[in-house]
């Protein structure tokens, strides 16, 4: 089953501490991105990269940080700044050079802080 | 700045019934807006866009620029109509920004 993945689909974090969440893509796509998913809020975009080695901040980066080494993936790590981090999580790429609007999304990684 | 408003977070019909979800935007620029979906343990996808004047699962939606709205329909629901709706604008570079989402029960 091609497109993307997201590990872990959950996971667990004490209060002080980072935690990285995988995306990773097999749809040769350049860009990529992160939202974070609450309940009533919709999805609300953290980051973009619409090429390796270069990456955006989106609505609410704050607390948050990415890197773009390679086009397959888009790791997200999610820092002891992030005032709220439980939530749900999910990656999602697209093809740059065309505003299709269609972004093909991961199923999520569900992180909680305890 | 985008905003993008679904007033219902929950809407419920029966079978066979007329089904409509709001959606209204509020944007400077050109909008293009999109109706993505989410069945229960499936990804979130892309349903359909307004540029495209496309009708999939008859679902259809126009674009009214004077009203900025940008409503789903479908004339006659199914049970597997039964999903999380999310209406998205486009604000750059594939951007998109979403709405909170509506969630559809279509009670048999």
């Known amino acids: 089953d091609g497109g993307i993945t997201q590990s872990p689909k959950y996971l667990f974090r004490k209060e002080g501490q980072n935690v990285t969440l995988s995306c990773e893509q097999n749809l040769n796509h350049d860009a990529m991105y992160w939202y974070r998913q609450d309940p009533g809020q919709g999805l609300r975009l953290i980051y973009y990269?619409?090429?390796?080695?270069?990456?955006q901040k989106g609505d609410i980066a704050e607390g948050y940080s990415v890197s773009r080494e390679k086009k397959e993936s888009f790791p997200l790590t999610v820092t002891s700044a992030q005032k709220n981090p439980t939530a749900f999580y999910l990656c999602?790429?697209?093809?740059?050079?065309?505003?299709?609007?269609?972004?093909?999304f991961g199923e999520g990684s569900r992180l909680t802080v305890l | 700045a985008q905003r993008v408003t679904q007033p219902e977070k929950l809407l419920s019909v029966f079978k066979g019934a007329p089904v409509e979800l709001k959606c209204n935007y509020s944007?400077?620029?050109?909008?293009?807006l999109f109706w993505y979906v989410q069945y229960s343990r499936q990804r979130l996808q892309l349903l359909l866009r307004h540029i495209s004047r496309e009708s999939i699962k008859g679902f259809t939606a126009d674009l009214n620029k004077g009203e900025t709205s940008f409503h789903l329909k479908k004339p006659f629901a199914q049970e597997e109509d039964s999903a999380m709706y999310y209406c998205?604008?486009?604000?750059?570079?594939?951007?998109?920004?979403f709405g909170t989402g509506t969630r559809l029960t279509v009670i048999p």
């Open positions: 944007y400077s620029g050109s909008p293009e």
């Open positions: 999602a790429s697209s093809i740059t050079g065309a505003n299709t609007g269609e972004l093909f």
């Open positions: 998205a604008l486009i604000t750059g570079a594939n951007n998109l920004f």
């Open positions: 990269s619409q090429i390796v080695n270069d990456f």
